[in-house]
T-cell receptor
């Protein structure tokens, strides 16, 4: 079973502060993803990556940056957090290479509250 | 971009009844997956099914990729099947999710 670990699992931040959400996968998957989930919107794609050194914009990238320093790690960075970024964030990895989309495996989620 | 319509939005069953969940996509795709989200929030992959029919226990997924649709059939539902079922589809490593079907199975 693929293992995807997110940290922190819960975070309370202040408006204007910097937040980094981290994701680690131990299955050598090429593709990694960051989604947020809000009531009424389902899961929405923020950023994704094809491999170390690559980041791509998803459907709602504004206000977020991503970093993929290695095959195993993918971070989501909120430079100036706002209350509208209060949400549950999910990281996922996929076992397909190149531009394909293989089966996704999700982390447990990180609940972020911005006050 | 890709739009995903899931139906029904919610469903209430008596234990033992069957369910059919639908997913329709607005543009062409080459990847399609079904997930189960537990009431606590964690997501479990049910099927990676870009085409054809796949079975897993009481679950069956059927995808007709050229018609841009997929279905999930749950037979003989159990109370432990309660939760939210999500479909996702796309191409070029980018998956778009539907808003989900919330299933409640009563004993």
């Amino acid at each position: 079973e693929a293992a995807v670990t997110q940290s922190p699992r819960n975070k309370v931040a202040v408006t204007g502060g910097k937040v980094t959400l981290s994701c680690n996968q131990t299955n050598n998957h090429n593709n990694m993803y960051w989604y947020r989930q809000d009531t009424g919107h389902g899961l929405r794609l923020i950023h994704y990556s094809y491999g170390a050194g690559s980041t791509e914009k998803g459907d709602i990238p504004d206000g977020y940056k991503a970093s993929r320093p290695s095959q195993e790690n993918f971070s989501l960075i909120l430079e100036l957090a706002t209350p509208s970024q209060t949400s549950v964030y999910f990281c996922a990895s996929g076992d397909a290479g190149g531009g394909a989309t293989g089966q996704l495996y999700f982390g447990e989620g990180s609940k972020l509250t911005v006050l | 971009g890709q739009q995903v319509q899931q139906s029904p939005a919610s469903l209430v069953l008596q234990e033992g009844e069957n369910a059919e969940l639908q997913c329709n996509f607005s543009t062409s795709l080459n990847s399609m997956q079904w997930f189960y989200q537990r009431p606590g929030g964690s997501l479990v992959s049910l099927f990676y099914n870009p085409s054809g029919t796949k079975h897993s226990g009481r679950l069956t997924s059927t995808t007709v990729i050229k018609e841009r649709r997929s279905s999930l059939h749950i037979s003989s539902s159990q109370t432990t099947d309660s939760g939210t079922y999500l479909c996702a589809g796309g191409s070029n490593a980018k998956l778009t999710f539907g808003k989900g079907t919330k299933l409640s199975v009563k004993s």
